[in-house]
């Protein structure tokens, strides 16, 4: 098992929690997360795993923190 | 002619008189307008090595050829003049109303000369032009002088310098509709130096229309575009441009107490998420602007005032190790009534905490003062910003901005800027095109004339790897040109969240005439970005200006999801001048004026540097 810390953002609190720590199987990816909290795929603008953009099909590690977006702009 | 107007203002302060003088179409179709004309006045009119506070500095006032125009965003308009906190030319832009305003009166552009002897302000109503005594508006906030302007006259829109303008401060702002403001370059001081005060303006002339069908089409088509696009549409009218708190900080480029670190685990306390949720009183939108990111919120004591930028957040907040958007939200309040630049106040004052924390300011300094240089402190965050602005005890310090401040105490590598002008909220260590950006910048430090935050963070209109180096200096360009156009043709930035420049075109060609194509606008942006550094090189600046605050490129970032990182800026800045057809010092060469057009300035270009070629390296 692999314990990791997601963290959403803007919209995406909406219904949902600000944070959320998981513990879950070894072969999780990004795209598991992403069904397990109801995001579509579409949705998720910005996907940052431990600050850097991740691919949904990246397999999860011990630690790792996802930060989730939608689409967001500003300046 | 369509979409100008066709009339210049020519106003000398000196003699207390004033002109007009045909706009020039040809000119126009060039240049575009608003910062384009503006800074080929400047060229042409004002002497190389001009004291920015003397009577022979100008400050130009322009609208853009849409400025105004049933088109979305159409409210913006630019300041240019000769900077006083840099030397460089001086590119300012700001929203409201106040643009379309001004060119209802009939007039394009207003070039001010000279130096009044005592307070004015300029006075616009149609075809009527009175240079009105403002002895009785001096010393008086943004907010003060335009209620005082409201109870005088009826239906004018005021833009108008604070305190810190009438001081000098090379911070200060020039303010519009009393929140919005053309912000950097220490714009503010330049009509303070001439002292005048405000400009009013009330018009009823409407804007010539090219073809009016197509314009109400082409309009309804871009609304519609920016309205259903995820960004311009939605993310920004619900979290304003304080979102990007949480998405920097997560990517590990926030720039901590003076760029010392690049994340908190503190920003989501003033991110624009707890903006909305706890101070959010309202939207606001600039004129015919149809994405509203602009913030109105409450103050705890109920007052309720225009709302802080995320630039503004972070300034006062990380990069001053403060997380309460409370103390922000008054500090923002100052800025605007006093007319300060909120990114070079905040950041002066961090500044001014990193000199303090490494003993180079001590407590007898500022003891005078009663306040700290403390991280954190809101009391000494809040009193520093109206000291700076009234230039009281060791603000007068602060007043002249961060590099003269760090200059004065030994330590110039501890302001975070580029040719004196404090950097905004990205610390390019980790994002090589946005530093890139910000290293040639013809303004000095500024992260808006080429948001590559855009394509390296937020994923538009392309997701670039903000780490790499291939092809940035291409596409830097390509932003600090677009950026150029729209500026020009006097529309928001923010629209390219959801348009890319065949829409720009649509749009200028049916309020204008089918004047240009993809190319040609494009190009018309390029040769107004070589204009701009034609007038900085007869300045006298070179590639050895082309530069990063040391620390950028020589310690990695300290902590966080970027950490380990530097700016690389020496292998970025060869490629820049090649892609650009400059030569290696950063020089346009021959080739590239005339394919601008832009041979009439040949001569301030170095000859011998021109015969080894643009490729050079």
């Known amino acids: ?75 | 002619m369509y979409g100008y107007m066709g009339k210049i203002l020519r106003v000398n302060l000196t003699n207390r008189t004033y002109s007009t003088e045909d706009f020039d179409f040809e000119f126009g179709k060039k240049y575009l307008g608003a910062r384009g004309v503006g800074v080929k006045i400047m060229m042409d009119e004002v002497p190389a090595k001009t004291d920015p506070f003397s009577p022979e500095n100008k400050i130009i006032v322009a609208s853009g050829g849409l400025t105004g125009a049933p088109i979305p965003t159409s409210g913006r308009y630019m300041v240019i003049t000769k900077s006083p906190l840099t030397g460089t030319i001086a590119i300012s832009n700001s929203g409201g109303h106040w643009g379309p305003s001004f060119k209802a009166t009939g007039h394009d552009l207003i070039i001010f000369e000279g130096k009044a002897d005592s307070p004015v302000y300029l006075y616009i109503e149609d075809d009527k032009v009175e240079i009105r005594d403002a002895n009785h508006l001096w010393g008086k906030t943004v907010l003060e002088t335009t209620e005082a302007i409201n109870e005088e006259l009826e239906g004018f829109k005021v833009m108008a310098i604070g305190p810190a303008g009438e001081k000098l401060s090379l911070i200060s702002a020039i303010m519009n509709d009393v929140d919005r403001a053309a912000g950097r370059g220490g714009v503010g001081a330049v009509m303070g130096s001439k002292n005048l005060k405000a400009i009013v303006v009330k018009g009823s002339n409407k804007i010539p229309i090219f073809d009016s069908e197509k314009t109400k089409e082409v309009s309804k088509s871009k609304v519609s575009t920016l309205r259903n696009d995820p960004v311009a549409g939605s993310g920004l009218p619900s979290y304003g441009s304080a979102v990007l708190v949480n998405i920097i900080n997560e990517s590990g480029v926030f720039p901590v107490k003076n760029f010392q670190e690049a994340y908190t685990d503190e920003a989501d306390t003033i991110s624009g998420e707890s903006l909305t949720e706890h101070h959010l009183v309202k939207k606001s939108a600039c004129y015919r602007c149809p994405i509203a990111c602009g913030r109105v919120v409450k103050l705890d004591d109920g007052t309720v005032v225009g709302g802080p930028e995320y630039e503004t957040i972070w300034a006062f907040g990380a990069d001053c190790g403060l997380y309460d958007l409370e103390t922000i939200n008054k500090a923002n309040m100052i800025c605007n009534d006093y007319g300060l630049d909120t990114i070079s106040a905040g950041a002066t004052i961090a500044a001014a905490m990193e000199l303090y924390q490494r003993g180079f300011i001590k407590d007898e300094d500022i003891a005078a003062d009663g306040l700290s240089l403390n991280w954190g402190d809101a009391e000494a965050v809040l009193g520093w910003t109206k000291k700076m602005a009234t230039r009281e005890g060791f603000g007068d310090k602060l007043a002249d901005g961060s590099f003269r401040l760090a200059t004065s105490y030994g330590a110039p590598e501890l302001s975070m800027s580029v040719k004196k002008q404090e950097l905004p909220a990205y610390d390019p260590r980790a994002i090589q095109g946005h530093g890139l950006s910000y290293a040639v910048n013809n303004r000095g430090g500024c992260h808006i004339k080429g948001y590559m935050i855009s394509p390296e963070i937020l994923g538009y209109p392309e997701k670039l790897d903000r780490f790499s180096l291939e092809g940035k200096a291409a596409y830097t360009k390509i932003f600090l040109d677009l950026t150029a156009v729209i500026d020009s043709i006097g529309l928001c930035v923010f629209t390219t969240f959801g348009l890319g420049l065949p829409d720009y075109v649509d749009m200028y060609n049916a309020v204008v005439g089918d004047v240009h194509t993809n190319e040609s606008l494009l190009e018309a942006g390029e040769r107004i970005w070589n204009l701009e550094k034609l007038f900085n090189i007869r300045e006298g600046f070179s590639s050895s200006d082309d530069k990063l605050p040391k620390r950028l490129v020589e310690d990695p970032i300290p902590n966080g999801p970027s950490k380990g990182h530097v700016h690389k800026l020496s292998e970025l800045l060869p490629e820049y001048y090649s892609v650009r057809g400059w030569d290696k010092e950063g020089v346009p060469t021959l080739e590239t004026l005339n394919r601008l057009g832009l041979e009439e300035y040949s001569k301030y270009i170095d000859k011998e540097s021109d015969s080894e070629g643009a490729l050079s390296f």
Do not use: C, H, Q
């Open chain 1, 1 to 75: 098992m692999i314990k990791i810390e997601v963290r959403l953002f803007a919209t995406f609190r909406e219904n949902r929690e600000r944070k959320y720590f998981f513990e879950l199987p070894k072969e999780t990816n990004i795209l598991d997360i992403l069904n397990k909290l109801n995001i579509d795929r579409e949705d998720a603008s910005l996907i940052l795993l431990n600050g850097v953009d991740g691919d949904v099909d990246r397999k999860l590690k011990d630690g790792d923190v996802l930060s989730l977006f939608p689409p967001v702009g500003g300046g």
